[in-house]
């Protein structure tokens, strides 16, 4: 019922830059909170990043804190992902995805009831 787009995804080498992007037609109290997920080939899928879209209160897996952040625009409606210094280990297909605030503490990936399509990121030298 809230359908969002993902797009930005592509090839960087080791130390380069992307820009993950995801639009949503309209923020409810049932996704107030945006988060970015990964799942590279043989692993689970992991939270990356996530915020408050209404307050703009962050949250960030350990494995990316000082390289992404993330964050939303004016309108609350479209997320970034700003991803630096990318590393091999950063390879992975890459979902947005949304639920109520209260569980953008966590990274329980099945109290999110909203995604986008996957955006591949990869990473090599």
């Known amino acids: 019922q809230v359908p969002m787009v993902a797009s930005g995804g592509g090839s960087a080498q080791p130390g380069g830059s992307l820009r993950l992007s995801c639009a949503a037609s309209?923020?409810?109290?049932?996704?107030?909170?945006r988060a970015w997920f990964r799942q590279a080939p043989g692993k689970e899928r992991e939270g990356v990043a996530a915020?408050?879209?209404?307050?703009?209160?962050?949250y960030y897996a350990d494995s990316v804190k000082g390289r992404f952040t993330i964050y939303r625009d004016n309108a609350r409606t479209t997320v970034y992902l700003q991803m630096n210094s990318l590393s091999l280990e950063d390879t992975a297909m890459y979902y947005c995805?949304?639920?109520?605030?209260?569980?953008?503490?966590?990274?329980?990936?099945?109290?999110?009831?909203?995604w986008g399509q996957g955006t591949q990121v990869t990473v090599s030298s």
């Open positions: 995805a949304a639920a109520d605030r209260w569980y953008c503490g966590s990274w329980e990936a099945k109290a999110f009831g909203y």
């Open positions: 915020i408050l879209a209404d307050e703009g209160t962050t």
């Open positions: 309209q923020v409810t109290p049932s996704t107030n909170c």
